[in-house]
């Protein structure tokens, strides 16, 4: 999963010749050592000591050899610490050189010393300053952590949101999305540029024709009955398919079967998929509770051919680094009791690995029916509007609410008047990306990389 996801970040720290070397060496063994354990799985770091005796950053000549060295190490961030004052004119050369995702900081120093012997002191802080501003200069967005000692929590908490704010800009960047037949002719709400994603982030969409589907769904059914017949015992394990028809259930299990194959052999991040227009009249099915089989084993897929929508889920899974299974929602129906909880619905096709395990899932012919598991939630949605692009981002919790029939939950936020505002008066639409946990923090860090705005909601 996590080679999906893969982050090398090199590890460029850097010094002033004027200031102590053996105190910025001890910042720089303190910091990597400290990195060394706040990496998440499948994040790899590149040191540079093979550079000089002191594995430090300091001239301008080195600037090429280390950047070579990193682009030869498939290092897709950059962590350039100050371990005293710093060096500025390194950090922007090399940031600029790499084009990647980048990472300030530098340990807070002692007090003083009484003495006035301003020269032994490592002025941290005070080197970032300029840094900061040469990387402007350069045009090089960066993260920046805010100026705490190596061991406390500001520095772990900030270290993991460039991690993963870093990985949802790699993969979204270059994203490639399936486009499964065309939009719904009534949902003007879908549209989107195709030209524009490519030119703007790097997205590139690839169409997928449902007559190819189709047949080769039909060639699963037959010459690979054995492989259908696998994908559902696993469904039968996961929900309770006794009152579905199971010549559906089987073209469920084989449409998922020719989806993974597509989604391989065009190298897709994502799908936004017809579903109700197309399927029923050249499959006799309606692919919602498939689509939700897809997402649960890890490829985001979004109902009505939602493109941007499906984006969203991919960024939203990317945040997780993998690890989290997004869904595609309608905003349906107000709380009727909770003024600020909002039903999240659609017919079937919410992974069932989110499901809440307290209760039974269950499968009609084509549709899931089970309610998400509560608790703490973030839902996006990536949008445009005349060439504009912005991204809604929210933080809160799945709760209690009026059971209902499809895959659903009931979110709560802090004011959600606010948000409908937001989301009817923004270029935004009734589709979003959800997903457990909360990730709007980590989708605001990746704006400085990605270049969308963003309303980020509370």
């Known amino acids: 999963m996590y080679d999906d996801y893969k982050l090398t970040i090199g590890f460029a720290p850097t010094r002033r010749l004027m200031y102590d070397p053996e105190h910025a060496l001890k910042n720089k063994r303190e910091i990597r050592k400290r990195i060394g354990g706040l990496a998440l799985p499948g994040v790899e770091i590149a040191d540079i000591d093979w ?61 003083p010393p009484g003495d006035g012997a301003r020269i032994r002191q490592t002025d941290t802080q005070c080197g970032l300053f300029p840094s900061s501003k040469a990387l402007q200069r350069y045009g090089v967005p960066f993260t920046y952590i805010e100026n705490s000692a190596v061991e406390s929590k500001i520095f772990a908490e900030g270290f993991d949101l460039f991690q993963r704010a870093a990985t949802v800009a790699n993969k979204t960047k270059g994203m490639r999305v399936g486009s499964l037949g065309s939009r719904p002719k009534p949902f003007l709400c879908v549209m989107y540029n195709e030209a524009e994603l490519l030119e703007k982030f790097g997205i590139e969409i690839v169409p997928i024709g449902i007559n190819d589907v189709v047949a080769a769904v039909a060639e699963k059914l037959g010459k690979h009955a054995g492989d259908v017949g696998d994908v559902v015992e696993e469904l039968r394990g996961q929900a309770d398919i006794g009152g579905a028809n ?66 969203s889920m991919a960024m939203l899974q990317a945040a997780s680094r993998g690890e989290g299974r997004p869904f595609c929602a309608d905003l349906t129906v107000r709380h009727p009791d909770d003024d ?40 996006a949605r990536l949008d445009e509007l005349n060439g504009n692009y912005s991204l809604l981002a929210g933080e809160g919790e799945a709760v ?57 909601m509370r």
């Not at 060096?87 to 790499?98: D, F, N, R």
């Not at 194959?261 to 029923?280: R, S």
């Not at 690995?353 to 089970?370: I, L, P, S």
């Not at 008066?425 to 980590?442: D, E, K, L, S």
Request: hydrophobic fraction near 40%; glycine fraction near 12%; proline fraction near 6%.
């Open 51 to 111: 550079l000089n005796e002191e594995g430090l950053l300091i001239d301008t000549g080195d600037v090429s050899k280390v950047a070579g060295h990193f682009i030869s190490k498939g290092v897709n961030a950059l962590f350039m610490p100050h371990c005293n004052y710093g060096t500025e004119e390194v950090v922007a050369m090399l940031g600029k050189k790499m084009g990647v995702p980048f990472l300030l900081y530098g340990p807070r120093d002692a007090a």
């Open 246 to 311: 199971p010549e559906i259930v089987k073209k469920h299990a084989a449409l998922r079967l020719v989806i993974f194959d597509f989604a391989k052999k065009h190298n897709l991040d994502a799908i936004g998929g017809e579903c109700w227009t197309a399927f029923p009249g050249t499959m006799g099915i309606v692919p919602c509770a498939a689509f939700g089989d897809i997402c649960n084993r890890g490829l985001p897929i979004g109902c009505e051919t939602d493109v941007l929508g499906a984006v």
């Open 340 to 379: 600020n909880a909002e039903l999240l619905w659609h017919c079937g096709p919410f992974p069932v690995g989110a499901a809440r395990t307290d209760a039974r899932a269950t499968r009609t012919d084509n549709h899931g029916q089970w309610e998400l598991a509560r608790g703490k939630m973030t839902i």
């Open 400 to 456: 209690e609410g009026p059971p209902t029939n499809g895959t659903y939950c009931w979110f709560k936020v802090g004011d959600w008047p606010e948000w409908e505002k937001k989301i009817m008066y923004g270029p935004y639409i009734h589709h979003v990306a959800g997903m457990h946990g909360h990730w709007g923090n980590v989708l605001g860090e990746a704006k400085r990389y990605l270049g969308y705005e963003i309303d980020l």
